[in-house]
């Protein structure tokens, strides 16, 4: 096997701190560097803050900008924010730097009104370093887009498309059940939803990522947010929900072609949810009606697909890519690294 893909990370919160682990685990790839601007990480070796029983040597940094002009890497791993506006300067650093970027900053997983603007400059970045950029992870980039979008395949026709998550917050990270408004009373979480404080990111991307991947053109795509309301004092390890709190979100995308609804997500995230699952149904020739049953889990799922679509990015075309146009992602395999390594970087899809 040839030498090891040199990946940077960049965020260490709970999501980030899950793709390095898994990172370390995964033969053919080498962590070269971390950087995180928290007090309660940066300084700190990077197996302290990944709670590993050993030094990596790694220290962890905060001067990113003063990083950057040191770094040998070929891989980027940027977990830092959800917003596209927050990340775009740095996306730009490394992409200048002439580095792959897999990031799960959930704005930047599929075009939309409102961001077109920053996706054509990333692009136009990405190509001009011949290198490219890639958003994922469980969902968007999975679980209600990508996995609905390829149970199409065996159809000869498809009229509607429709996927509920239902998400347990019982067991979830604190930053997840604040962004679902765990906790907070209704007065408090209307007040936080009209501020832009709770919501799911992701939910427009992964609905025009289908329509577009299909060639529906849309009428309008409603999008609705409601709370869910204790009916009993609930307790986590991170928080408590008194009865008549609020434990969460329901939110709902609903897209109409013609008048018709046509593509349907509802994404149920609360403690206490009962029967966590992902649904997917396809109303097409044949119908499709598949459940998993638990649902998909969050973090570790967001870190595996971070880490399998690594051979995929480094072939693919240079550019900003969404999961869509990536060759079908699965579990990595050595072989398929150490192919995608000798390649050097000539893309195949």
């Known amino acids: 096997m040839g030498r090891a893909l040199r990946c940077a990370h960049f965020g260490l919160g709970p999501i980030g701190q899950a793709i390095a682990r898994l990172a370390l685990e ?3 790839i080498t962590i070269v560097s971390a950087a995180d601007l928290s007090p309660d990480r940066a300084g700190k070796d990077l197996g302290e803050v990944l709670g590993l029983p050993r030094r990596l040597r ?5 001067d990113m900008d003063r990083r950057l002009s ?3 890497a070929d891989v980027a791993i940027l977990a830092t924010s959800s917003s596209l506006s927050e990340c775009k300067e740095l996306l730009i650093k490394l992409i200048k730097k002439g580095l792959h970027v897999v990031t799960t900053c959930e704005e930047l997983a599929y075009p939309i009104p409102g961001n077109q603007a920053a996706f054509k400059t990333l692009d136009r970045e990405a190509r001009a370093k011949k290198v490219t950029l890639l958003s994922t992870g469980v969902n968007p980039g999975f679980a209600m887009d990508a996995l609905p979008l390829m149970l199409t395949a065996p159809c000869s026709e498809v009229r509607r498309i429709s996927a509920t998550r239902v998400v347990d917050l019982a067991a979830r990270r604190r930053s997840l059940q604040r962004k679902a408004g765990a906790g907070l009373s209704v007065h408090q979480f209307r007040r936080a939803l009209a ?6 990111v992701g939910l427009l991307q992964s609905t025009h990522m289908i329509a577009h991947t299909l060639g529906w053109k849309l009428d309008r795509i409603d999008e ?6 204790a009916p009993r004092d609930l307790d986590t390890e991170q928080i408590r929900v008194p009865a008549g709190a609020v434990s969460g979100i329901k939110q709902y995308a609903r897209a109409y072609r013609k008048g018709e609804l046509i593509v349907s997500l509802d994404l149920q995230l609360y403690v206490g949810a009962e029967a966590p699952r992902d649904h997917i149904l396809v109303d097409g020739a044949p119908p499709l009606d598949v459940t998993i049953a638990g649902g998909i889990g ?3 799922a967001t870190a595996a697909i ?6 995929k990015l ?9 999961i869509n146009e990536i060759s079908l992602l699965h579990r990595m395999n050595p072989s398929e690294m150490a192919a995608a390594m000798k390649r050097g970087g000539k893309y195949v899809t």
């Open 298 to 300: 969050g973090d570790a």
């Open 314 to 322: 480094l072939v693919a075309r240079p550019g900003v890519r969404t």
């Open 26 to 28: 995964t033969p053919g």
């Open 58 to 62: 790694i220290r962890v940094r905060d």
């Open 224 to 229: 609705t947010i409601e709370p869910v309301i």
């Open 195 to 200: 501020e832009g404080n709770v919501r799911h």
């Open 70 to 72: 040191k770094l040998r």
């Open 306 to 311: 971070a880490m399998n679509c690594l051979p």
